[in-house]
């Protein structure tokens, strides 16, 4: 909203109009204000899943940290509480922000994909057990 002032017909703003995103074009779990030296992921909070990422190295993040869009009224978070979402309305299950430094990241996903490499090669058929037919594996998409 914008007034004039009459000394010196001026515009001047009195308010900032925040941006608006439609509700059904908007992520579900969008998360901003990310460091990227780190790597972030929603977890679940189901009974030692949060334990089991603590274990692995992930750490959780506060809502000075990072920005989960989520505008609640209703709740009222005290400064440094654990950012999250509601990701089921039924139950309130809520899942955590939870970072990783990136090159931690980086070492697991190349383990995963070490692992997902050997299981691929091990369903390829050996060529000189008589069988028919062939099995192929599409990896464009992959590292």
């Not at 908007?26 to 204000?33: E, Q």
């Not at 920005?67 to 139950?91: C, H, K, Q």
């Not at 299950?93 to 090159?103: G, L, Q, R």
Request: contains cysteine; aromatic residues 8%; glycine residues 10%.
């Amino acid at each position: 909203m914008n007034r004039k002032t009459a000394q010196d017909n001026v515009t001047e703003a009195t308010s900032v109009r925040p941006q608006r995103i439609a509700v059904g074009l908007r992520p579900k779990l969008s998360l901003l204000g990310k460091d990227p030296n780190y790597a972030y992921r929603y977890v679940n909070d189901t009974p030692g899943r949060i334990a089991m990422f603590k274990h692995g190295g992930w750490e959780l993040c506060t809502n000075a940290e990072v920005d989960t869009g989520n505008f609640r009224a209703e709740d009222a978070t005290e400064l440094g509480s654990l950012a999250y979402a509601i990701v089921d309305g039924g139950t309130g299950m809520k899942a955590y922000v939870m970072k990783i430094k990136k090159e931690w990241f980086d070492s697991f996903m190349d383990e995963h994909e070490a692992e997902v490499k050997s299981t691929e090669e091990a369903l390829q058929p050996n060529s000189n057990d008589g069988a028919y037919g062939s099995v192929r594996i599409d990896r464009t998409g992959r590292k």
